[in-house]
């Protein structure tokens, strides 16, 4: 199993980033599949996730308005688009997979990627 997370980087407050997070290795279009981050000395939380049957989503109040998640599962693949970045924002970015269903709860996931790295200066 591989969730391999890309497309973190540097950007200015106001900007935007995409996130991908490739899977391989199980059936991805069964799987619910979350967004987490980890910011320097916080706690790991949820950003946003989305269902695997009818790609309902869930978002985190902090980011509902500005961040969009979205599924290929042609592609396997899940993406976060990144609006109206903010410093607060910066962190590790981390995509999880839930044979379930969906969850806000990271301890809910099965699988995790190895994070890419969103900062966002002032």
């Given at each position: ?9 540097l ?25 987490f ?27 509902k ?22 410093p ?33 200066s002032?």
């Amino acid at each position: 199993v591989q969730l391999q997370a890309s497309g973190g980087g540097l950007v200015q407050a106001g900007g935007s980033l995409r996130l991908s997070c490739a899977a391989s290795g199980f059936i991805f279009s069964s799987y619910g599949m979350g967004w987490f981050r980890q910011a320097p000395g916080k706690e790991r939380e949820f950003v946003a996730a989305i269902n695997w049957r009818f790609g309902r989503t869930y978002y985190a109040d902090s980011v509902k308005g500005r961040f969009t998640i979205s599924r290929d599962n042609a592609k396997n693949t899940v993406y976060l688009q990144m609006n109206s970045l903010k410093p607060e924002d910066t962190a590790v970015y981390y995509c999880a997979a839930d044979r379930a269903s969906i969850s806000t709860t990271g301890s809910d996931y099965d699988y995790w990627g190895q994070g890419t790295q969103v900062t966002v200066s002032s």
